[in-house]
Each structure stands twice: as C-alpha cells, then as structure tokens.
C-alpha cells in the first residue's frame, strides 16, 4: 500500500480507461484527482478520489490543480479517441490531443511533475511489416489520431531529455475491451464505434444490423485483425507504469497488448457464441484510416515492470463486455 496522501491527477479519468485506472489507484491507496470534462466521460464513474470538471485546454486550472494538491505523477488519457472522425477533423485531434497536451506538459514540467504516464495507441504504427510489432518498429501513422499520438510521444521525449526530473511512460494500447467485475463500471459512449461494444449492442436489438469493414484486407479471411486486450489488464498496467516511474526514474514506451490476434470475423462468431444471438452483418467497405493488422509483442512490459495479464481470452473479454452491456439495457 502506499501513502494515501498521495495525490494522482488523472485527466480523463471519467471515461471508459480512465475510470478503470481510478478504480485500480483508489484499490492501492492511492488519491486520484480526477480531471475531466465529461464530454465523453462519466462522473459516476469515478469511484475514488475527487472529481473536478474542467477542459484540457484550461491550463490555468490545470496548473492551480497541480499546485493545490502538490501533484507529482500524472496519468494522461483525456483525448478524442476516433479514427475516423480524426480524418475528418483533424484540427480538433490535433488541437486537444497534441496542442492541449503540451500546454499540459509545460504546466507539468513548470510545477515540479515528476512522473507522467501517457495514453498512447498502437495507431502510431499503423501500416506496419510487422506482426507482432515491437516498440522500436517504425511508426507510421495512417490517420490524424495516430498521428496526433506519435507527435505527443516526440514531445515528450523531447521534452524528458533535457528536463532530468520528468519522466515518462508512453502506453501503446491495443483494443481494450470488457469491463470491471463487479460491473460498476464499462464503455458508455453516446456514439458508440468499437467493434465490440456495436456487436454486443446488436445482439441486443439495439441495431439492426453489424457492418463488417472491409473485407478484403490482405488477411487470412479478409477482414482486418486486432490484439483485444482485457480492460483490467491494461488498467493494472498503469499502477506498474506509475510504480516504475516513481522508483526507477527513467522515460519508457511500452506496447500492452496479448499478442494474439483476431480478424473481425473470428470476434464477430466468438461474440454469436456468446451472447447465443446470431446477429446480422452487412459487408461493408473500409473505414478510412483502418490499418489491417495490428498485434502487440508485449515481451518488454513482461520484462521491465512484470506485466503479468490475466484475461488473455477474447471469449471471457466478450463475455465480460456482454455481462455489462445487458446491464445497462436494463437500466435504460
Ligand atoms: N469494425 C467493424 N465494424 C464495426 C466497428 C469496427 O468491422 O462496426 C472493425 C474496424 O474496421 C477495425 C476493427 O473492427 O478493423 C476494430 O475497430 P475498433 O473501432 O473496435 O477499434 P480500432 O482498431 O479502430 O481502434
């Protein structure tokens, strides 16, 4: 356990990952100070800590925050999260995930910040040769998002090399999916895009039909492969992330997936399995700014900080995912 005077800021920390984290924090004592503008987030869902409503490109409160609650870690995740809407508007993927960043770095640096874990995205490999892909692959970001990620790690490199006192970890996540145990917690988006959470929401009735993205990738059977990832093992990821930081004080990239992957077809039958619902899908063409593989080598993780996942099962992530969709069907 740790001193439970210590003070986290987590912006973001009332979204789908974010809330997780906070959970896993509360759990090892920690206080999360959670930031977030609840654009997409949920207050409810913050179930330790406090809470403060506020936008990232508020660097004034931000900075009175920092200095209020004498912070030093950070754990960013507050960002736009949409591969396509990113083509589509990428000023507003720029400006909040990298722009809004930096002015949050630079309050960090300028108040004493020692630690800072960043949400990254296996997005900033994009169209990549290789699979699994390794952290020091070439970065090739096909989309405004993935872009907008990569260009935040840079900063942050940048920035740690010649400020000794900060450090950071850059978390390259896979497709995180599932929800907490205890169901408290999951993904609750207004415009849900995730394949998951649409096929679950289908098999509900909520839509008519699921669309398959493209099926004709160069692929085994077509159609575009993902590392899903259970959501309590990325969020366990981030204590080891903050953990490390504080003991080891040195700047990491790390990717956190299982290094499995699945094409959407094989998560579409494993999902019919599941829910015992044989939803229709439709074929449909690619979304713009898809890369048609991407698998996580996970083996740096496992050996710096002793990531040790639990749920490497994409039929329990499913289920997992399922137990709270049809929740919160009922509490509709
Ligand atoms: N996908 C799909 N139908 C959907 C949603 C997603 O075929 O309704 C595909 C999508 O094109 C991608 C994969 O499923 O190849 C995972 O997409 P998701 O949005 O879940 O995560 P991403 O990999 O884009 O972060």
Known sequence: ??????????????????????????????????????????????????????????????????????????????????????????????????????????????????????????AVYGISEEFPVKENSQLNPVNPYGRSKMFTEILLEDISYIYKNFNYIALRYFNVAGADKKLRIGQKYENPTHLITLALKTALGEYESLNIFGTDYNTPDGTAIRDYIHIDDLSNA???????????????????????????????????????????????KKREGDPPILIADSNLIKDKLGWSPKYNDLEFIINSAWEWEKKLKKGE
């Open 238 to 284: 981030h204590i080891l992330c903050l953990n490390y930081l504080k003991k080891e004080r040195k700047s990491k990239v790390f990717n956190c997936g299982y290094g499995q992957g699945y094409s959407v077809l094989e998560v579409l039958n494993t999902t019919k399995k599941v829910t015992k619902v044989n939803f229709k899908t439709v074929n449909s």
């Open 1 to 122: 356990m740790h001193d439970s005077t210590e003070n986290i800021l987590v912006t973001g920390g009332a979204g789908y990952i974010g809330s997780h984290v906070v959970r896993d924090l509360g759990e090892q004592g920690y206080k999360p100070i959670v930031y977030d503008n609840l654009s997409t987030g949920n207050k409810d869902f913050v179930l330790y800590g406090d809470f403060i409503k506020g936008d990232l490109k508020d660097t004034n409160l931000i900075t009175k925050i920092i200095k209020k609650y004498k912070i030093k870690s950070v754990i960013h995740f507050a960002a736009y999260i949409v591969v396509e809407e990113s083509v589509n508007k990428p000023i507003k993927y720029y400006n909040n995930n990298f722009f809004n960043s930096l002015n949050l770095i630079k309050s960090c640096i300028e108040n004493g910040v020692e630690n800072f874990v960043f949400s990254s995205s296996a």
